[in-house]
């Protein structure tokens, strides 16, 4: 509904946005396929040449690889469905007449506001570690043995340090949401005999669809690329324990210094990614009326 | 949908939600605690909820061994520079998808948030040689443009939601009275949208400050925002606890004083088009 | 100077010609309505003559000038939104003088001019307050004092009154007639709502699905309806329709009788009918007579009238009113 010569101002205004993300993606991406089928390590720069598909046979091939898909759908969704499931009882506990409602919700955003090396740094040091973190002490409090999070139990705790640090924000857009509730559609719902339970289960819950939808798919995209706090708390270990896509390419990139071989697994990763991505817009993008 | 309750249910509620939050927020309240004791305090057992000789020593330490007021003006620069560069580039596209939608538009924004899910690890090479070449490496510039790509798609889209609220016969009155294209954007258009566009300025200057990918492989010495501050002042030096966590603390409390001060404003426009 | 003149003006959307064809030519001073129901496409022809949406085909001329391809600035014209579309930002004061600033004019002249239709709009005390402090009929004003200070060449009103309760509309229509008395100027106003454009305008636009039914004064619409269409749009209540034997004995189609024109006795006429439901204003009443092989025809009688449900009553229209349509709906003059 508007006319030609708007329609053309607004093609142009958005151009510079599309151009600049175009770019921004599009460079990285053909170098990374072009250095995904070449020999290419810095421990041997005078070596190089074309190797067909060899980069991603080796990546395909190595004993991480499934492991680090797994490690990494398991990382997404496990700080998916706990943030989303927290984050809804916070919400509705905090969206309660209770006081000092205002502090209450600086108390909970707060973890939003550190930076991912502080919160994976606080969480290794000073609550899991073994000898001098807090929780140690609590076991030995109770008589019992520390128990070793990062050691015995890395993806866990990598995924409660990540879920740590993404709950303020399910929470706030879940608070929202819930706040744009009109109390007169749950007064119909008590005058009709809804129980609790059934007021949430029909009334609030599809209410939060929208906002759940959101949450989704904007922390899918911050999630699927978690590097950080696996560097500074396990570095993908033991072993390979903890190792997601983005570690392992990591691994190759700076450990092993294979360009080739981190770039196949680059490009897998994009694959990957765009399989989430297209998976996940067609399941919420309709949802999400955005 | 606040609701009145009974006193005593009202009671129950304040402590369990009192109880919740103070959990969620005690992790950092315990870097605070830690961050004024001494090293001795930090790694005692039992561990001392209070400390009998808390200490400023490990600020001043900190503050004395490294130069903490360049990391800072590092990040400050990056992170409004990139948000700011963002939002003059996201207004005018939010605006055409917003007001002058086509059948491509959901798409478009799909697309633009589908950028952001390929991972930085798996481009990490090309742009570091890019950066290289171009002699974007290490400087702030580098990092405002690389960070505001980052972030561009949020931008976007947060606009975009925000902008579909506002009625579009008020950018048409502009258009009657003779307004171009230009004036509608600054004197109608942004004026109204000032609590999305501050609450994306705040959503994307805390992105900003607390990204610990990029901050760090594209840069050394000269442009290292407190994000490198702290990755190089944790690997070396140790489990010195109270050092750790008083440059943690030094690292995040600029964003986290701002972020309670203006909580309002950043929660105001923190919907995603999913409260209508 | 305000005429604007349409020549075989089109409007689609893809597919669809909301307009197919359209010319019409508004004089110069000159209150038109356009009226039809919704979906008629009133309010894009009105959008077309702002400049809001391009036409896929014809010209649209402003006091001879062809301004087919004009942005909405340049075309002179002032536009009412249904919304009001006041800038919630800015003071009743800068609302009104914001085309003005656009328009570049200096501080003092825009000063002088706000201040001026302020007074015309009664709105001198309110100049410092935002839109969201003033009722729905100050909102109203303050959308048509950001109008006239610009001195367009013509006013275009979409559908200003539909967001007002019904006693504030009464005082606008008032209003909005009394500001053509004084300044003389083309206005073009779209409603769905015929009793607006029998009071207000001096020539009514009937649309019905982008085409143009009948174009003429409110008493012509109401007396030589130039079809079925138009007939039974103009007037409340809607003109009776018959058709059948009844209808043939008219050399019609259809026959159309207003509810005003049927006189009602209790002991002869032409058609003898059951009263039904009726209803009772004190200055007339509406029945509803089911006449048999005719059907159910309302009648309004003047004042109150002693006839209860069920009783007999008798019919008869009166002469010269009956209206003749053929079968394309068509009237037979």
Not at chain 3, 52 to 58: F, K, N, P, R
Request: charged share 15%.
């Amino acid at each position: 509904m508007s006319t030609q010569s708007t329609r053309l101002a607004a093609r142009l205004m958005v151009a510079p946005s599309v151009i600049l993300l175009f770019i921004w993606m599009i460079v990285p991406l053909a170098m990374t396929l072009y250095f995904s089928f070449r020999l290419y390590r810095l421990l041997s720069p005078e070596r190089t040449g074309w190797v067909g598909f060899n980069n991603y046979i080796w990546f395909l091939n190595s004993p991480d690889f499934w492991l680090a898909i797994w490690n990494t759908l398991a990382l997404v969704g496990g700080v998916l469905v706990i943030t989303v499931v927290l984050g809804t009882l916070v919400a509705l506990l905090i969206d309660q007449p209770v006081k000092g409602q205002g502090v209450l919700r600086i108390l909970v955003i707060a973890p939003f506001f550190v930076m991912p090396p502080v919160a994976a740094s606080i969480w290794e040091n000073l609550f899991m570690h073994p000898q001098n973190g807090l929780f140690a002490a609590i076991s030995r409090g109770f008589g019992a043995q520390p128990i070793l999070f990062l050691e015995q139990h890395p993806m866990p705790s990598v995924i409660a340090i990540v879920a740590w640090e993404w709950l303020p924000f399910a929470t706030l857009i879940l608070l929202t949401a819930l706040q744009s509730l009109s109390s007169e559609q749950i007064e119909a719902a008590e005058m009709d005999g809804a129980s609790a339970f059934s007021r949430f289960r029909y009334i609030i819950l599809p209410h939060l669809t929208r906002a759940i939808t959101a949450v989704i798919l904007i922390q899918t995209i911050f999630l699927l690329g978690i590097f950080g706090e696996i560097y500074t708390t396990t570095q993908g270990g033991p072993g390979s324990a903890s190792t997601t896509l983005p570690y392992m390419i990591f691994k190759q990139a700076i450990v092993a210094k294979d360009i080739g071989r981190a770039a196949a697994g680059g490009i897998i990763a994009v694959i990957l990614a765009n399989i989430v991505a297209v998976f996940l817009m067609r399941g919420l993008g309709k949802n999400l009326d955005a | 949908m606040a609701r009145a309750l009974s006193p005593r249910r009202r009671l129950l509620t304040t402590i369990a939600a009192w109880f919740v939050a103070l959990l969620i927020f005690f992790p950092v309240l315990w870097m605070l605690i830690t961050s004024f004791k001494t090293e001795a305090s930090a790694v005692a057992s039992p561990p001392e909820l209070f400390s009998a000789d808390w200490t400023f020593e490990n600020y001043t330490e900190v503050w004395a061994r490294s130069d903490y007021p360049r990391f800072f003006w590092n990040s400050v620069v990056i992170s409004i520079g990139s948000t700011l560069l963002g939002l003059a580039i996201a207004i005018p596209a939010a605006w055409s998808m917003a007001f002058v939608p086509t059948k491509r538009t959901k798409d478009l924004l799909m697309w633009m948030l589908s950028t952001k899910m390929m991972p930085a690890v798996a481009v990490m090479i090309p742009l570091y040689l890019v950066f290289q070449r171009v002699g974007l490496f290490d400087t702030k510039i580098g990092l405002v443009l690389a960070l505001m790509l980052m972030n561009l798609p949020i931008i976007v889209w947060m606009l975009y939601t925000y902008f579909r609220e506002i009625p579009g016969e008020i950018l048409e009155a502009a258009r009657m009275d003779g307004a171009s294209l230009w004036n509608e954007i600054v004197y109608v258009l942004t004026p109204m949208a000032v609590p999305g566009i501050a609450s994306t300025l705040l959503l994307n200057v805390i992105l900003a400050w607390n990204e610990a990918f990029w901050t760090i492989t594209l840069t050394t010495t000269k442009a290292a925002p407190l994000s490198a501050f702290i990755a190089s002042f944790s690997a070396p030096q140790g489990l010195f606890y109270a050092k750790l966590s008083a440059a943690s603390t030094m690292a995040i409390a600029p964003i986290l004083i701002l972020g309670w001060f203006s909580q309002k404003q950043l929660v105001r426009g923190l919907t995603f088009g999913a409260v209508k | 100077m305000g005429k604007i003149t349409l020549r075989n003006v089109a409007k689609r959307f893809g597919e669809v010609a909301v307009i197919p064809d359209i010319n019409l030519d508004i004089e110069d001073g000159e209150f038109v309505v356009f009226v039809g129901p919704s979906g008629c496409g009133k309010s894009t022809l009105l959008r077309l003559i702002a400049g809001l949406e391009d036409v896929s085909d014809g010209t649209i001329e402003i006091d001879g000038v062809n301004a087919t391809d004009l942005p909405p600035a340049k075309r002179g014209l002032a536009m009412v939104f249904q919304s009001y579309a006041l800038y919630p930002h800015m003071t009743v004061r800068k609302n009104i003088a914001f085309p003005l600033k656009m328009a570049g004019l200096d501080p003092a002249e825009i000063e002088r001019k706000v201040d001026g239709a302020a007074k015309v709009l009664n709105l001198s005390n309110y100049l410092e307050r935002r839109p969201g402090q003033l009722s729905g009929g100050q909102r109203q004003r303050v959308a048509i004092g950001r109008a006239i200070v610009r001195e367009p060449k013509a006013f275009l009103f979409d559908e200003p009154l539909s967001n007002l309760d019904a006693a504030l509309r009464v005082n606008m229509r008032i209003e909005i007639s009394e500001l053509h008395q004084t300044l003389k100027t083309t206005m073009i106003y779209v409603t769905h709502d015929q009793v607006e454009a029998m009071t207000m305008a001096d020539k009514i636009v009937v649309l019905n699905a982008g085409r143009i039914e009948q174009v003429g004064s409110p008493l012509e619409l109401y007396r030589r309806p130039a079809n079925l269409f138009v007939a039974g749009f103009i007037g409340s209540p809607k003109m009776n329709f018959i058709e059948g034997s009844e209808a043939k004995l008219h050399n019609a189609a259809t026959i159309g009788i207003r509810p005003e024109h049927i006189d009602l006795s209790t002991s002869a006429g032409t058609w003898k009918g059951t009263v039904g439901m009726s209803e009772h204003l004190g200055s007339d009443t509406f029945m509803r007579v089911t006449v048999e092989g005719l059907g159910m025809l309302t009648v309004r009688a003047s004042g109150e009238v002693s006839v209860q449900q069920g009783d007999t009553v008798w019919l008869t229209p009166q002469d010269g009113k009956l209206h003749h349509f053929d079968a394309n709906g068509k009237s037979l003059a």
